[in-house]
């Protein structure tokens, strides 16, 4: 039990003490929300700038623009540098939403069993 | 774990049945210490690729048109080795949540294996399901291709970046240095996406262990408050 006195991978799991109120939120939810919400939106703001760069690929293969392809070039590759990890970032930012929630599952695990622990007793009698 | 026996329960379950709660497997041990450090890997690795591609995007603007030999070398090696990068940032952060998974398998085993000793004097629980044994073998295969992945970026990076430092435009007896990173590197296009498949095949098989463990969890508890003789199948 040591090892849920100190913050490591394991306490954080497993609340240390026992809860007061077993039905109150755990935070978890919520933050889950938020990320996945900011995520979404890092997503959607590197497919509102992929439109441009689309444009800019179509250039390349219209023989009427053969004169600007160098520079579109270098302007997609500038582009999609930092466009290709940033919808990464956003994707990341939602799977640790979805990590969040479930972090917050294991913890109300936890909390359940506190609570059947309690409500056992008196469930078997009246059982 | 003492195991006094092991029995089929009326619902189908194989358990093991023993005096004492089993607490949790040296699996379940792993994940929970390694949940974390893997998902603030992934994290931090795609974080990482971000501010990396600003510097190759500063890269790119001042090598078109025209440039030395060493710029774009460099620019096109760090295009070569973004995705494998990104893949296994990718990769970490799935393994974080397929710990997680784990975790909660490991903490409905070891709280319902307290409650038992407590509550029921024996303590039933189920062996390791094949989707459970599905779920670790699929994770392990999905990182061990997205690092092998990894490796045929590398080793294409390599070959791009001696291609393109051979000048401007590059020698052209150089063009097989080219193709062999373009070969290499279609090679390890799929190989990533197969390896992400593995990965979330493997979250799969952990969600439907969660679902059957959870089943065997109602019937449990449902069993202690009403005694052997209760009508089973609450949980399915």
Redesign the interface.
């Known amino acids: 039990m040591s090892k849920l006195n100190s913050i490591?991978?394991?306490s954080?799991?497993?609340p240390r003490s026992r809860t007061a109120s077993y039905n109150e939120e755990v935070p978890h939810y919520r933050a889950a929300i938020v990320f996945a919400a900011i995520g979404i939106m890092v997503i959607a703001f590197v497919t509102a700038f992929s439109g441009p760069v689309a444009a800019w690929v179509s250039d390349l293969t219209d023989p009427a623009k053969a004169g600007v392809v160098?520079?579109q070039?270098?302007?997609i590759?500038?582009?999609q540098?930092?466009l290709?990890?940033?919808f990464?970032?956003g994707?990341?930012i939602v799977?640790?939403g979805?990590?969040v929630s479930?972090?917050g599952?294991?913890r109300r695990?936890?909390i359940?069993?506190q609570a059947?622990?309690e409500a056992?007793?008196a469930?078997?009698r009246q059982? | 774990m003492s195991t006094t026996a092991t029995a089929k329960t009326p619902y189908g379950f194989s358990v093991n049945i023993s005096r004492k709660a089993s607490g949790e497997t040296f699996i379940h041990k792993v994940a929970?210490?390694?949940?974390?450090?893997m998902?603030a890997m992934?994290?931090m690795v795609?974080?990482g690729?971000?501010i990396?591609?600003?510097f190759?995007?500063?890269?790119?603007?001042g090598?078109?048109?025209?440039s030395d030999a060493g710029d774009r070398a460099n620019?096109e090696t760090?295009?070569v080795l973004?995705?494998g990068i990104?893949f296994v940032?990718?990769a970490l952060?799935?393994s974080?949540?397929s710990f997680?998974?784990a975790?909660?398998l490991g903490?409905?085993r070891w709280?319902?294996g307290?409650?038992q000793e407590?509550?029921a004097g024996e303590v039933q629980t189920p062996r390791m399901p094949w989707t459970a044994w599905a779920f670790l073998g699929l994770m392990m295969m999905g990182m061990m291709l997205e690092f092998a992945s990894l490796g045929f970026h590398i080793y294409a990076a390599v070959q791009a970046h001696d291609y393109y430092i051979k000048g401007v435009p590059p020698a052209a007896d150089a063009t097989h240095l080219l193709g062999r990173a373009q070969t290499v590197l279609a090679y390890a296009a799929p190989l990533r996406m197969v390896g992400i498949g593995f990965l979330l095949a493997g979250i799969v098989a952990a969600l439907y262990t969660i679902g059957n463990v959870l089943r065997f969890q109602f019937d449990r508890?449902t069993e202690?408050?009403?005694?052997p003789t209760a009508p089973t199948g609450y949980g399915s």
């Open positions: 490591t991978s394991l954080l799991l497993r160098e520079s070039t270098g302007r590759e500038t582009y540098a930092w290709f990890p940033l990464f970032v994707l990341a799977l640790t979805i990590s479930l972090w599952i294991v695990i936890w359940r069993a059947l622990d056992l007793p469930l078997k059982g | 929970n210490y390694m949940w974390l450090p998902l992934g994290v795609l974080a690729t971000f990396v591609g600003i190759q995007a500063d890269l790119a603007s090598t078109f048109p025209g620019l760090l295009k973004q995705p990104i940032g990718v952060l799935l974080g949540i997680l998974l975790s909660v903490a409905i709280a319902g307290e409650m407590k509550h508890v202690i408050i009403l005694g």
